[in-house]
Each structure stands twice: as C-alpha cells, then as structure tokens.
C-alpha cells in the first residue's frame, strides 16, 4: 500500500512538472500596445475617441498557444484625440472621469482576463474574458487576429456601457450618447 501511494505521488510530482514547464507568461510591451475608444452620438453622426493605457499586462502560453492572460488598463491615461481647443479637451477628459462615466477617483483600474480561446485556425480566435471596470465583472467575447511575425495580437469589439454602470444620460435628445463604447485594441510583446 505504500508503494502504491509512493507511485502515485511520484507520478503527479511528474505530470505537475510537466504541466508548469508546459506554460509561460509573455507580458506585453507597455509602451508598443494601445487601446483606442470611441463614443458615438446617438441620434446624429459625430462622437469623441481617443487612447487609454495599459498600466501591465501578459498572455499566457500553453503548448505554443495562448489559453489565457490579464491586462491592467490605467484609467487615469484616458486622453481624448479628437478636440483641439484645450480648455474644451480637458473639460471632456474630464467628465469622462466621473462618477457617471468611468468614475476613475474611485476606481483607477480595469481589468480583462482572458478565460477561454477557441481558435479558428493558427491565427484567427475567438477569445472568452471578464472585462471589469468600475468594480464591475461581467463576460465578454470578441475575435482576435495574432501576427506572430510582427508578435501583436489585434482586435476590434463594443460593449454596452450601461452593464458596467457607466450611466451618463444627457437630458438632451440631440446630445444623447450610443450605449456602445468601441474598443480597438493592440497587444504587442
């Protein structure tokens, strides 16, 4: 009975090596991957975009593939892209801050975690995640493209932002915002 129970811990000893030797963390380079957004109006074309940062970040590779990773996005690097006049710029920015939007005082961080890939073929996925911001947690899904030459993975996904509490209702009909928030995101190594 000993010896059965020697085996058996020799070989789980064995198959947990194997399995942690199977997988790696690749972070991502920082200051070479972005994240574009963009908010639309709802009732007449136009709408503000612009960047936000990545505070930290790292896939992680299982047998040559990715299975999974974390992303930290720094919620105070929101900037916006498409207002020129200064004072105007920083007013938007901002509001975007705020409690009614991203509520960034409170919550200066979001998080996607990838929970699941499902490949299509080498480099085209779809890619299972909780995205969390403002304390919030729900699940998302979104296709993924990886360029292995170039070590970038890319992407293109909406969200409706009233799941995540980011509220904002103007009381204006012609000033009322999309619930969509666009995301378009690059990650590279």
């Known amino acids: 009975m000993k010896l059965k129970v020697q085996l058996l811990v020799s070989i789980f000893t ?3 090596i194997a399995t942690t030797n199977a997988q790696e963390k690749l972070q991502i380079s920082t200051a070479k991957s972005e994240i574009k957004w ?4 709802t009732f007449y074309f136009g709408g503000h975009n612009g960047t936000i940062s990545f505070s930290e970040g790292y896939f992680e590779k299982t047998n040559e593939v990715i299975t999974g990773g974390e992303f930290i996005i ?4 929101i900037v916006c892209d ?3 006049t200064k004072d105007a710029n920083e007013s938007l920015v901002n509001h975007l801050k705020d409690p009614d939007f991203f509520d960034v005082d409170k919550f200066p961080k979001a998080t996607l975690q990838i929970t699941s890939v499902e ?3 080498n480099a085209q996925m779809k890619i299972y995640a909780n995205l969390t911001i403002k304390g919030i947690t729900k699940p998302i899904s979104f296709n993924a493209e990886v360029d292995y030459e170039s070590q970038q993975m890319t992407t293109k996904f909406k969200i409706d932002r009233m799941l995540w509490d980011i509220s904002y209702n103007s009381k204006m009909r012609d000033g009322a915002i999309s619930d969509a928030i666009g995301f378009e995101v690059k990650l590279s190594l």
Request: proline fraction near 0%; charged fraction near 30%.
């Open 14 to 16: 064995i198959c947990l």
């Open 38 to 41: 963009s908010g639309e109006y």
């Open 74 to 77: 720094d919620m105070n690097s």
């Open 82 to 84: 498409d207002i020129d």
């Open 119 to 121: 490949y299509h073929d």
